[in-house]
């Protein structure tokens, strides 16, 4: 069995543009050397990752992306940005996440052919997982876990996945005061694994 090494992601989201997303990409690199053991991954916003990848460049740091649209090639997609342009530009990509999942309508499947394209590509991809408060309450957490992954998962070989990541994100404790329990969150994992 290989050897997990921990990683920390940060997604910036919808903030900071490029001065204030390198000022921050440099003041982080102070703080790198501290926790090195671990993979650290910034995802800035696109319009921010020349920026933040030139400031974080040969620091061990790795750069992401916060989304992926799943067409290989060039095309009719005003507002996306393919796999083949993030290639060699970034080291990870985001995927499935609940935010894209929930304002985007992002499925299961739309989730797969993002994993397929960012893999092809050869970057890293960690997917995001988790089930809502609804479902959460309902008792279906394990159901809809198992669902995503199964998903996420479909046509990828083994050594695929030894290029992926999976994210939980517990969506009914984000912004409602409530946190998953560390018992909780490391059953999810297990479940994951």
């Known amino acids: 069995m290989t050897k997990r090494k921990p990683i920390v992601a940060g997604n910036w989201k919808m903030f900071m543009g490029p001065a204030d997303g390198a000022q921050l990409a440099y003041r982080l690199l102070n703080a790198y050397e501290i926790i090195a053991p671990l993979d650290v991954v910034i995802c800035p916003p696109f319009v921010s990752m020349t920026e933040v990848g030139r400031a974080i460049e040969g620091s061990g740091i790795c750069l992401g992306a916060q989304n992926v649209f799943w067409e290989s090639n060039e095309g009719p997609y005003t507002g996306e940005v393919s796999a083949q342009m993030l290639s060699g530009w970034c080291d990870y990509v985001i995927v499935g996440h609940s935010e894209r999942r929930q304002h985007f309508n992002e499925t299961d499947a739309i989730v797969n052919s993002k ?16 089930e809502d408060v609804h479902e959460n309450r309902a008792g279906n957490t394990k159901d809809v876990i198992e669902r995503q992954i199964r998903e996420a998962y479909l046509g990828v070989t083994h050594k695929d996945a030894l290029q992926t990541v999976v994210a939980y994100e517990p969506i009914w404790a984000i912004g409602t005061g409530k946190t998953c329990e560390s018992e909780e969150a490391n059953r999810i994992c297990s479940l994951i694994r």
């Open 115 to 130: 994993v397929q394209a960012g893999l092809y590509y050869g970057m890293r991809v960690i997917i995001c997982v988790g």
